[in-house]
């Protein structure tokens, strides 16, 4: 009987490989390589007879345009001082940081409203989950551009004009103009107060993570909210005082038909702000009822046979697992609200969609300022994904 690698079906070791597509793996191979090459030929195609269009049209092309005067009336720059004298690129860095302003502020107010109303639909009032219910399925079956549309009419038309706006101790205005507050007058010591409310909020992020190993290797619990209020807002405090608390004001003051000084939350930031935070927060309760209802009940009966009151179940308890079913789901409603912000060309709010149209408009480099619009995105988008994939894996469970 033949015995060795011949006879049990194996290859000599000594015998050449031969690769035949009739082997799986190379198959795949080739079909990557070649799908691969498709591409990239149609990348090079694509990219050849732009440019051909481009230079048969006399179009001008690159980044070049970036440097000249922009000549861009914008309403609503709270970060950079900007007039209409600056170039393009700093028009379009202002409509980037009014595009985060929406995204960050949006999505903490999402995620608090959301939270507050999921948690209402599981409450055992009837009154309180019907009016929570009836929120959810009203916001999310309502178009967004139509509730941005009515938030802005609303506050345009509700609203007097500037002659006519509320007075709030000759502090504050309300009118369709927006709400004129006062604000401080920018000063060099104020570094030193950011700096120490960032020190604060570094020092209560070590005091919690000790506090929790503590906790965890004794027992015995450390009043962190109170240490880290303390240390967020009280730091501050100290050091202004110890500067010599220079704080001045610029309170606005009526001027022929507008408004001059202080700082203003304009109707178009108003009703875009509002518009998202409402609708996102729709489909975040749900998100945040379905995590809920994810974690055993026998954790809460067993929470409550130990005497512990509702609300520290909830928070202790059950939202702490909850999360690990919440978070996942959350990301994409994150990203959701970050890019229907664009959608506030249509009621005038110079985010980066509104003032990169009107640079193309001017310019006619509708590539590069489509490039630009792509680019700021998908930088926000993926870091949000890169911030919620790592708090994902922080929470998550860790067998051991």
Known sequence: MASGPRALGRRPPSASVRF???DPTVRGVVYQVVMIG???AVGWWLVRNTMHNLEVRKIASGFGFLTREAGLPIGDSPFIDYSPDRDYLTALLVGVLNTARVAVVGVILATILGTFVGIARLSKNWLVARCA????????NLPLLLQLLFWWALFRESLPGPREASNFADLVFLSNRGLKYPTPV???AHWWLLAAVAIGIAASIAVARWARLRQEATGQQFPVFWA???MIFGLPVAVFFLVGIPLTWSVPALRGFNFVGGGTLTPEFAALLIGLVTYTAAFTAEIVRSGILAVSYGQSEAAGALGLPRARVLRLIVLPQAL???VPPMTSQYLNLTKNSSLAVAIGYPDLVSIANTTINQTGQAIEGVAIIMAVYLTISLSISAFMNWYNQRIALVER
């Open 20 to 22: 035949s597509l009739s």
């Open 38 to 40: 498709l591409v990239a």
């Open 133 to 140: 219910q009836a929120y959810v399925e009203i916001m999310r």
């Open 186 to 188: 920018p000063d060099a």
């Open 228 to 230: 880290s209020v303390g």
């Open 324 to 326: 690990r079913v919440i």
